[in-house]
């Protein structure tokens, strides 16, 4: 299985945790002081993962040699490359928790003020699944609190309306605690390639 959305979400992190979109905009502007940059490393972190398919198991597996501890959470799948535990107990102990569910009845507007209430304080949560997982009211009011540290999302809760109108991306502008791509995250060159030629052959066999 091809690993692009999950490794978008490690870059997400990453991108997070050592603040290198602003440390670049500094550099461009001629600028050359760290002080304002410095950032956390992985190492020592607890990782949360919800969702424990195929990019849920994946994500996991990017994580050998990092040398954090692993959370994984799913009601309908065993966890078996992290340990185990409920929703809350991710939450409260993750420094960084990735979402990685299908839009579900039972899913959608998950990520509300109580999951965020719940969260570690200074944590990150990365979003590279569905912008209709989250209430971004609610990841707004978290980040203008200091309780969640960043949010690092692939996606936007109306990716086909007026993108200028959506406040989450207005905020993107003026805080370097949000990190946005447009919905980039199974878009790799090796990726395409592979379901080009899925297509092709699909088509060959009932053809």
Known sequence: DLPSTSELAFGL???????IPSGFDHVKKGGWDYEPFVGHQIKGKTIGVIGYGRLGKIMCELFNGWGVSLLGYDPHE?????????????????DVVFLHVHVTDETRGMVDNEFLSKMKKGGYLINTSRGELVDEDAILKSIGSGHLKGYGTDVIADEFGDIEKSK????????????????????????????YH???????DIS
């Open 78 to 94: 065993f966890v078996t490359t992290a340990r185990g535990c409920s929703l809350d107990e991710l939450l409260e102990k993750s």
């Open 168 to 195: 989450l991306v207005e905020m993107s502008r003026f805080s370097d605690k949000i990190i946005i791509t447009p919905h980039v995250g199974g878009m790799t060159i090796e990726g395409q390639t592979k379901a």
């Open 13 to 19: 992190m990453m991108s997070l945790l050592r603040n």
């Open 198 to 204: 899925w297509a092709i052959n699909k088509f060959k």
